[in-house]
């Protein structure tokens, strides 16, 4: 029998940048084979894992502290492992960094609470049956237009919009206009294994 696995806990190792907790988190997701989707919809073909939290009807992806001995990348698997009890690969460049309130401070003005939170895209390989929080935090597939009605944070819909973009891009203008600029793509960055 393997060892179980186990959450990280306390923040002895958390990184901070201008008294922002910096955190990492991912969506994790994966192409439906669904036959149904005949149209060939990337859209609709596209689920992402969401998070519950105890108490509470809305949903979350997976996140957690960044620490001094991860890159944001490993912190980001880390927390889908933990969180969510999938692994996967990461491909590509974060989706994006997002200021935000941590939960229990969402009413106050000052800078305690204050996260900026680093999020990837997760493709994922495996689902487990058992995982650290599993107790703490139930997960669901959902549709790729269902998760932006269940998300719970603002910030986090707008991760999902960057993620929908990456893998969705927009068509190919014949001509650019004169209120648009044409930018080549980014060079493919190296993929990171979960």
């Not at 994790?28 to 939290?53: A, F, H, R, T, W």
């Not at 969402?106 to 495996?126: D, H, I, R």
Request: proline share 7%.
């Amino acid at each position: 029998m393997s060892s179980p696995l186990l959450a990280r806990q306390g923040r002895h190792l958390q990184r901070y940048e201008n008294q922002l907790r910096l955190v990492a988190g991912c969506i994790p997701y994966k192409l439906n084979g669904n036959s149904s989707n005949q149209s060939g919809d990337l859209m609709n073909s596209v689920e992402v894992l969401m998070i519950g939290s105890p108490g509470r009807q809305d949903l979350i992806f997976p996140k957690g502290g960044w620490e001094k001995d991860e890159t944001a990348c490993e912190a980001a698997c880390r927390e889908a492992l933990e969180e969510a009890g999938v692994r996967g690969i990461i491909k590509g460049v974060e989706l994006g960094h997002w200021v935000f309130r941590s939960k229990s401070r969402q009413g106050t003005c000052s800078l305690e609470g204050a996260c900026k939170g680093y999020m990837f895209a997760l493709e994922v390989t495996e689902e487990l049956d058992y995982w650290p929080e599993q107790s703490i935090h139930g997960r669901k597939w959902v549709a790729l237009p269902q998760a932006f009605q269940l998300c719970r944070y603002e910030w986090m819909r707008e991760a999902l919009c960057s993620f929908r973009n990456r893998l969705l891009p927009l068509p190919e203008l014949p001509e650019p206009s004169n209120f648009c600029m044409v930018m080549p793509a980014p060079a493919e960055p190296a993929i990171a294994l979960c």
